[in-house]
């Protein structure tokens, strides 16, 4: 019997100790994991802007030439991105609500390919008539921008009526600087902001943001390369 207890005794403590050293594993696996986590909190960029209405398209930021976005129609020969698209029609529709009839879409989705004919045609151009083919590209440059730096690939901007500066003394420009931002939209191209964007004013030039983000913008007063550095700091 005496046998016995020391046995069962010994027995209890082997176990004992087992299962000490299974929570001390189990507690070291938790912080392993802990640790991973810790790291893919780290290598992702918390700040990172990921909102497809404030993809920023300009001079230092190129869309991939394979960049493809769903379509949808305004009229026969115009298009806009199919997420955007009803604020839009909203918009032009609010327009003549208001008894403002003078305001059409000129231009609106280009696609890179077809920026990329027009740019490789008028550097062409340029070099038939014995410029070098940097002098032509600079040449072209001030006319047509480089395919996939533009805002109209992207598909989340319109440009009004003539895409000349009497735009801006018409009713609906007026319009539009106090109500698009209740459509998403915002003045991309604004005068104090040139040397930000690095595009001269354009007061036909109007770009969806997305309705929070456009009111947010102008309130702050800010355009959009602005807002996004903004963003990574709240
Ligand atoms: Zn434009």
Redesign the pocket.
Known sequence: MRNVIIILVIFIIIFGLQSFNNKKDLSNFNNTNQNIENLIIEEIDPTEIDDWRLTLVNYENKLPDDFKVELSNIDKTRQFDSRAINDLNKMLKDLKKNKIYNVWVQ?SYRSIEYQTNLFNNKINTYMKKGKTKEEAENLTLQTINRPGTS??NLGL?V?FNYVDYNFEKTKGFKWLQENAENYGFILRYKKEKENITKVNY?PW?WRYVGKEHAKKMNELNMCLEEYIEYLKTI
């Open positions: 231009s805002e109209h901007a440009d354009e030039h």
